[in-house]
């Protein structure tokens, strides 16, 4: 089992910047692959970003490339959501999750944070 706590709960204005942490627990985080994903309000969650197990490898969502960095410190368990020129459609409750193997389907998820962006 690995238990995953998000923080980073913010409200910023348009063009402004969040750093969402995602501190894990329970077992060994470097040995799993990591996701970030948000959920606006009526829509289905969607993915963000991914990181391999050792960091080498990232990828994101069209919508945030360019404003968005994930990155990891398995020193502290610990996964990053960097983010910068926010928009008002960034606004969403953003989950961190966790998976052993691939990068589709995700075992163990966090209870979410929520980011809203005024315009």
């Known amino acids: 089992q690995v238990q995953l706590a998000e923080s980073g709960v913010g409200l910023v204005q348009a063009g402004g910047s969040l750093r969402l942490s995602c501190a894990a627990s329970g077992r060994t985080f470097e040995n799993y692959n990591m996701g970030w994903f948000r959920q606006a309000p009526g829509k289905e969650r969607v993915f963000v970003a991914y990181?391999?197990?050792?960091?080498?490898?990232?990828d994101y969502a069209d919508s945030v490339k360019g404003r968005f960095t994930i990155s990891r410190d398995n020193a502290k368990n610990t996964v990053y959501l960097q983010m910068i020129s926010l928009k008002p459609e960034d606004t969403a409750v953003y989950y961190c999750a966790a998976t052993e193997t691939g990068r589709t389907f995700y075992d163990y998820w966090g209870q979410g944070t929520q980011v809203t962006v005024s315009s």
């Open positions: 990181i391999s197990r050792s960091g080498g490898r990232t």
